[in-house]
T-cell receptor
Framework: QKEVEQNSGPLSVPEGAIASLNCTYSDRVSQSFFWYRQYSGKSPELIMSIYSNGDKEDGRFTAQLNKASQYVSLLIRDSQPSDSATYLCAVKGYGQNFVFGPGTRLSVLP | GAGVSQSPSNKVTEKGKDVELRCDPISGHTALYWYRQSLGQGLEFLIYFQGNSAPDKSGLPSDRFSAERTGGSVSTLTIQRTQQEDSAVYLC???????????FGPGTRLTVL
């Protein structure tokens, strides 16, 4: 059974701080990694995708991938109350469906 | 451009009735996915289509669930003889190919009384 694990949270950070969200996966052949944001009552929205080891930055968001450790993370700089949501990690391997983690609930406190 | 659309947005049905949920993917997207999300839970994979064929049906919870896709576009998810445990939000997503990012529709909230 291929698994994706995340801390369920809630993760609380003060406004302006860096929020760090972590994800581990079990399938070593996984190739594609995604972070989605889901507001309460809404559908998931793609934030970042990452395919190779290292960091990928997009505005206030940075995704980090370490395939050797089977670990992917999302950093949110200068966190805003509007960032409060559940963040889903998704992993895709060869010829397989996506596997989503359970999500981490982030709360940014004003 | 237009995103993924789903209909109906809400469906209330009585136990034992059949329901049909529809997904219209982003134009040109060849892969289409169905997920289920119960209240406060993560995404549960149901089925995906590459074109009109479904290489992976492993997530369908029972034989009461079926899905089809015609013309490489619209897909319908059918639940026969609905049960209360089928109550959830059913999400559809599409992508350009099976390896790239998925984009989600707004979902259909199904309530089985």
């Amino acid at each position: 059974q291929k698994e994706v694990e995340q801390n369920s949270g809630p993760l609380s950070v003060p406004e302006g701080a860096i929020a760090s969200l972590n994800c581990t996966y079990s399938d070593r052949v996984s190739q594609s990694f995604f972070w989605y944001r889901q507001y309460s009552g809404k559908s998931p929205e793609l934030i970042m995708s990452i395919y190779s080891n290292g960091d990928k930055e997009d505005g206030r968001f940075t995704a980090q991938l370490n395939k050797a450790s089977q670990y992917v993370s999302l950093l949110i700089r200068d966190s805003q109350p509007s960032d409060s949501a559940t963040y889903l990690c998704a992993v895709k391997g060869y010829g397989q469906n996506f596997v989503f983690g359970p999500g981490t609930r982030l709360s940014v406190l004003p | 451009g237009a995103g993924v659309s789903q209909s109906p947005s809400n469906k209330v049905t009585e136990k034992g009735k059949d329901v049909e949920l529809r997904c219209d993917p982003i134009s040109g997207h060849t892969a289409l996915y169905w997920y289920r999300q119960s209240l406060g839970q993560g995404l549960e994979f149901l089925i995906y289509f590459q074109g009109n064929s479904a290489p992976d049906k492993s997530g369908l919870p029972s034989d009461r669930f079926s899905a089809e896709r015609t013309g490489g576009s619209v897909s319908t998810l059918t639940i026969q003889r609905t049960q209360q445990e089928d109550s959830a939000v059913y999400l559809c997503a599409s992508s350009e190919e099976t390896k790239s990012e998925q984009f989600f529709g707004p979902g259909t909230r199904l309530t089985v009384l």
